[in-house]
C-alpha cells in the first residue's frame, strides 16, 4: 500500500490538481473526463507496467536500466538521456506549481487566506502569480530544498512524510468536494462534469484535438514515458503482478481526479468563478472560497494547503534525485557534487517558467507560435517527450531487438495478481507505439503547421 500511494502521490501531483482542472473547463467538462478515463486505462496502463517491469528487473533508473537488462544493446541507453530531459524540462515548470503552493501554505499558516471573497481570490492569485519576487522565491525554495534533501540523503524520509500527508490530503479533498457540491447553484458543475454535451465540445474544439489532448493527458496523469515510475518499480516486490500494482495505481488516479473536479467545479460554478483560467489557477482560487465557507476557515485552510505542498514536493523530490543519479552514474560524481552542480542548473533553469505566470515579466514574451515559457515548458513534456517515451518503452519491452516481450512478460506476471495475456503483444509492439507517434506528431502539427494553414 505504502508503494501504491506513492506513485499515486507523484501522478497527483503532477496531473490531477493542477493541469486536469484547467484542461476540464476549456475542453467540454465531461467530455473531457470520459475521453481521459478511458485512455488512462487503454493507453498509460500498458505503458506503466513496462516501467514498472524495467524498473523491478534491472533496479535500477532509467539512466542506468537498459545497460542493465540489455548491455550488449547500448543503442537503447539513449532511451535513458530522453528520460533525463524529461524530468528536466518537467522540473523547469512544476517547481514553480509546487513554489506557489507553497507561498499559498505560508499565507494559510499567517492567516492571509481567511474571509477572502471570490473576487478577492481571484485578485489574489493574480497578484501572486505576477509578482516575480514570489514566484521566483517560492520556486528556488523548492529546488533548494529538494536538492539540499539529497545531498545530506532525507530523500527517504521526506518522502515517508509525503506518503502520510497523502492520506490527510485525500480525506480534505473528500471533506472539500462535500462542501463544494452542497454550495447554492453547485448543481450547475455537477452537470458540468457529468452530463456530456459531445456535439458542442467536439464543434468547438474538434474531434482530433479532444483525442490528441485526453491521450496526453493520459500519459502525463500517470507520468509514464520518462522514467519517473520506473524507479518506483524497483520498490515493488516478487510477490505481486505488475498488472496488479498498475490497475490500482490507476484506479486510485481517477478516482483523486473524480474527487479533485468535484471539489472545484461545483464551487467555482456556484462562487461565479470562470473555469477556464489561465495558468491552472483554479486550485489557488477555489480552495480560498471552499474553506471559507466553512466552519473554521483557517484551520482547514492550514491544514488542506501543508498536506498538497507535502505530496507536490513529494513528486518534485523524486524527479530532482532522478536527476541528481545521472551526475553520479554517468559521470562519476559523488552524491553531494552532484547536487550542488545541479542545484546551480536548476536555479537558472527554472527562471523562465517562473517569470512567464500570468501577468509576470515574461508573460507576454511568445517565442514560439503564441506560447511563452510556462505554456512551453509544459508542451514540449506533455506532447512530445512523454508520447516518445511511451513508445520507446512498448517497444524495447515487445521486439527482439529490445529487452524482448519474453523477458517481459516473465518478469511483469511473476507473482500473484492479474497477468498480461501472451497473446497482447501486437497490442504493445504497434497499437500503442502508433497511437503514441500519433499524439507526438499531432502536436508537432497543431502547433507548427496549423498556424500557417489558416
Known amino acids: 500500500m505504502g ?44 505503458v506503466l507496467v513496462t516501467e514498472f517491469a524495467v524498473g523491478r528487473a534491472s533496479q535500477q533508473s532509467i539512466i542506468t536500466a537498459h545497460g542493465v537488462l540489455t548491455p550488449t544493446k547500448p543503442g537503447w541507453k539513449a532511451h535513458g538521456w530522453l528520460g533525463f530531459a524529461g524530468n528536466t524540462f518537467l522540473t523547469m515548470f512544476y517547481s514553480v506549481v509546487v513554489g506557489l503552493t ?94 456530456p454535451d459531445w456535439g458542442a465540445a467536439i464543434s468547438a474544439h474538434g474531434l482530433p484535438r479532444l483525442l490528441h489532448l485526453t491521450m496526453g493527458q493520459a500519459f502525463f496523469s500517470l507520468s509514464v514515458g520518462i522514467g519517473s515510475m ?22 486510485l488516479d481517477i478516482t483523486a481526479s473524480l474527487l479533485c473536479l468535484l471539489m472545484i467545479f461545483p464551487a467555482a460554478f456556484a462562487f461565479g468563478i470562470p473555469v477556464a483560467m489561465e495558468g491552472g489557477g483554479l486550485l489557488f482560487v477555489i480552495i480560498p472560497n471552499i474553506v471559507n465557507a466553512m466552519p473554521g476557515a483557517y484551520f482547514w485552510s492550514v491544514l488542506f494547503y501543508i498536506s498538497f505542498f507535502f505530496v507536490a514536493v513529494t513528486t518534485q523530490l523524486a524527479v530532482v534525485e532522478n536527476i541528481i543519479a545521472i551526475g553520479m552514474d554517468k559521470f562519476g560524481w559523488t552524491r553531494q557534487k552532484s547536487a550542488i552542480i545541479n542545484l546551480g542548473l536548476l536555479l537558472l533553469l527554472v527562471l523562465p517558467a517562473a517569470l512567464s505566470q500570468p501577468g509576470n515579466v515574461l508573460s507576454g514574451f511568445r517565442p514560439v507560435l503564441g506560447m511563452n515559457f510556462a505554456g512551453l515548458w509544459p508542451f ?29 512478460l516473465a518478469e511483469a506476471n511473476t507473482g500473484d ?38
Open 230 to 251: 520506473t524507479i518506483f518499480g524497483s520498490y515493488i516486490k516478487k510477490q505481486r503482478t505488475l498488472l496488479g500494482e498498475a490497475v490500482p495505481v490507476a484506479g
Open 3 to 46: 508503494f501504491i500511494m506513492m506513485s499515486v502521490a507523484c501522478a497527483i501531483g503532477l496531473g490531477n490538481v493542477w493541469l486536469l482542472p484547467y484542461r476540464v473547463g476549456v475542453y467540454g467538462g465531461s467530455v473531457y473526463i470520459i475521453l481521459f478515463a478511458i485512455f488512462l486505462f487503454v493507453l498509460s496502463v500498458p
Open 417 to 454: 495478481g492479474w497477468k498480461i495475456p501472451t497473446n497482447l503483444r501486437f497490442y504493445y509492439a504497434y497499437v500503442i507505439p502508433i497511437i503514441a507517434l500519433g499524439i507526438f506528431f499531432f502536436g508537432l502539427f497543431w502547433r507548427f503547421v496549423r498556424p500557417l494553414l489558416g
Open 380 to 408: 514540449i513534456v506533455s506532447d512530445l517527450l512523454l508520447p516518445l517515451g511511451s513508445v520507446l518503452y512498448a517497444v524495447y519491452c515487445s521486439h527482439k531487438f529490445g529487452w524482448s516481450w519474453e523477458n517481459f
Open 102 to 195: 507553497l507561498v499559498y501554505m505560508i499565507r494559510a499558516i499567517t492567516g492571509g487566506l481567511v474571509g477572502l471573497t471570490p473576487d478577492g481570490s481571484r485578485d489574489l492569485w493574480l497578484a501572486t502569480a505576477s509578482n516575480p519576487v514570489l514566484t521566483v522565491g517560492g520556486t528556488w525554495a523548492v529546488i533548494i530544498f529538494c536538492c539540499v534533501c539529497c545531498y545530506v540523503g532525507l530523500t527517504r524520509g521526506v518522502e515517508r512524510v509525503g506518503k502520510n500527508m497523502m492520506f490527510v490530503f485525500f480525506i480534505l479533498v473528500v471533506i472539500g468536494m462535500l462542501r463544494g457540491v452542497t454550495l447554492p447553484g453547485a448543481v450547475y458543475g455537477l452537470r458540468f462534469i457529468f452530463i
